[in-house]
């Protein structure tokens, strides 16, 4: 079993910038690929970014491209977003993921684990 825990959320005005924080426990976590994901309400859920589990690859969605950083640490537990010059469609709860896949993936049924969110509202 796999353990997500998210932090860094919170109220940021457009422009600014936020870090998330994924950290994970349990079995066997650094040969997990990770994702990040967000919904909005009444939104469905959908891609942010991906890192392999080696750290080698990422992948954006191309609504964050450019303004997003997906890294992970060299122990390969904590997962981070960095969020810059954020929107008010980036007002969103944000999810964290982990799969057993290894490689980027984009599709929420790829991944095994998830945290339960952290919320991220931006103000115009």
């Known amino acids: 079993q796999v353990q997500l825990v998210e932090s860094g959320g919170g109220l940021v005005q457009a422009g600014g910038s936020l870090r998330l924080s994924c950290a994970a426990s349990?079995?066997?976590?650094?040969?997990?690929?990770r994702g990040w994901f967000r919904q909005a309400p009444g939104k469905e859920r959908e891609f942010v970014a991906a890192?392999?589990?080696?750290?080698?690859?990422?992948y954006y969605a191309d609504s964050v491209k450019g303004r997003f950083t997906i890294s992970r640490d060299n122990a390969k537990t904590t997962v981070y977003l960095q969020m810059n010059s954020l929107k008010p469609e980036d007002t969103a709860v944000y999810y964290c993921?982990?799969?057993?896949?290894?490689?980027?993936?984009?599709?929420?049924?790829?991944?095994?684990?998830w945290g339960q969110g952290t919320q991220v509202t931006v103000s115009s």
């Open positions: 349990g079995r066997t976590y650094n040969h997990y690929a």
């Open positions: 993921a982990a799969g057993g896949h290894g490689g980027v993936a984009a599709h929420p049924y790829e991944y095994d684990y």
């Open positions: 890192i392999s589990w080696s750290g080698s690859s990422t």
